[in-house]
């Protein structure tokens, strides 16, 4: 594998098809991501035509992992939040293509991830991740701190409550 670049993403149809084939293929294999198995191109294409307009609204960055010119992974970092929380973002939608996982490309995404929401000056990022199957060993091992556990917060893709695991991680000073 090449060196993995990262780079925000725009609204074209080559990164909307290649968005929605790794959303296709993470609700296939489990992944809990909002979404059921089967997942149609055509509800796949349409989160990410939002996201995107988001995104071109500066309500959002959607990140992009390359492996040449070939789409590996994403992230996105939400930062358009109530008025009371300027000072955080969220990370959201964390996908890996299945042949490249374990080799790096979640961790590139969330340094991408961490370095953008100080530049936009959050001091705080929060997440959440599937209890059963999600990446909490990932997330801990970059410094995320565990708040608690929701019970039976989910449908996992094929069925069947999960729970979900509160992440934080200060990235700043306190306001």
Do not use: C
Not at 49 to 54: E, G, Q, R
């Amino acid at each position: 594998m090449s060196p993995i670049r990262i780079e925000p993403l725009t609204d074209t149809p080559e990164s909307r098809g290649a968005l929605s084939a790794m959303l296709i293929e993470t609700v296939a294999h489990g992944g809990s991501v909002s979404f059921m198995h089967p997942l149609s191109e055509t509800d796949a294409d349409a989160f990410w035509k939002d996201s995107l307009a988001s995104a071109d609204r500066g309500e959002r960055i959607v990140l992009g992992a390359f492996d040449e010119h070939d789409l590996i992974g994403t992230v996105t970092l939400q930062l358009k939040l109530p008025p009371n929380q300027p000072h955080r973002a969220e990370i959201a939608k964390m996908m890996t293509r299945v042949s490249h996982r374990k080799r790096g490309v979640a961790r590139a995404l969330l340094d991408a991830a961490e370095a953008l929401a100080r530049a936009h000056h959050r001091t705080i990022l929060v997440l959440d991740t599937a209890e059963d199957g999600g990446a909490s060993s990932l997330y801990e091992g970059v410094g995320f701190k565990l708040s608690g556990i929701i019970p039976d917060y989910a449908f996992k893709p094929h069925g069947g409550l999960t729970g979900t695991k509160i992440y934080w991680k200060r990235i700043g000073a306190a306001a």
